[in-house]
């Protein structure tokens, strides 16, 4: 299955909700879409999602470093990777943390080899307000309720927003 593909739903809770448009494969709730009195879309962002996080592994303990002043440990995972021609899946080692996977600056640079390690750090790792978020903007029913759906729960990880009610107001997020 393809995670992009988008499908559209109607979602409806009787006097609460009813509200049409497309989504991603599994997620319950339209991303852009409409209602009976306000519409929304969505548009990428180019805003940078992923950064590196250079971390200085402890000296006493190269598999943990600091963040805000708590230990935090770098461990193994194991990932099977699948390669066009082979039967068994290649078994890569990879670094990972509670942060994100690591990098060492050897693989970023080679010139700086033994010096630096890296964490790549999703800074929507911990969000949990998505659901939430579009929910609050399907039941908006003006553009001013969808305007402090964003500001107030700040859920949106990815995109920009425009919005049009019935009033006539317009709204671009």
Known sequence: M?????????????GKLDVMGPTLGGFPLPLSGFN???AWGITFSSTPRVNLMEVKPLA????????DGKVRKITSKTIPIKVAGETEP???IMQVAE?????FAGR???TAAGTGTFIVNDVNLGNTR?????????KAKTVQQVKTALETLKGVPWSYT???DVNGDTFFW
């Open 2 to 14: 393809n995670g992009y593909r988008t499908y559209i739903i109607h979602a409806r809770i009787p």
């Open 36 to 38: 009976k009195t306000m």
């Open 130 to 138: 998505l659901v939430n978020q579009w929910l609050t903007v399907a």
């Open 108 to 110: 970023l640079d080679p």
């Open 90 to 92: 290649r078994k890569i």
């Open 99 to 103: 942060d994100g996977p690591i990098i």
């Open 162 to 164: 425009t919005a049009v």
């Open 60 to 67: 006493n303990d190269p598999t943990s470093y600091l963040v």
